[in-house]
């Protein structure tokens, strides 16, 4: 059975960092393709970032440059650095993993406002 656990989450000024964490447990973490969604309220969900099993990273066009999506495989762990956070970026964040299937965390909120 698969399961993703988000955390990192939480309240931060416009401009500021947060670092999302996802573990994962019930798969053979290395061979699937993880990533990062999220849903702001009233919107619909959308892709922040990806990483492939070989490390290939793809991202939104809002995020560029301000997100960085990295993986350990040892550690079965996902990670969202989020820099530069702007009011828009409030939303709760989804991890994911695919495969075959997909399979989705519960979610984190995160809240950027002064």
């Known amino acids: 059975q698969v399961q993703l656990v988000e955390s990192g989450g939480g309240l931060v000024q416009p401009g500021g960092s947060l670092r999302l964490s996802c573990a994962a447990s019930?798969?053979?973490?290395?061979?699937?393709?993880m990533g990062w969604y999220r849903q702001a309220p009233g919107k619909q969900r959308e892709l922040v970032a990806s990483?492939?099993?070989?490390?290939?990273?793809n991202y939104a066009d809002s995020v560029k440059g301000r997100f960085t999506i990295s993986r350990d495989n040892a550690k079965n762990t996902v990670y969202l650095q989020m820099s530069s956070l702007k009011p828009e970026d409030t939303a709760v964040y989804y991890c994911?993993?695919?495969?075959?299937?997909?399979?989705w965390g519960q979610g984190t909120q995160v809240t950027v406002s002064s």
């Open positions: 019930g798969i053979i973490f290395r061979l699937y393709t």
């Open positions: 994911y993993a695919r495969r075959v299937s997909l399979s």
């Open positions: 990483i492939t099993s070989d490390g290939s990273t």
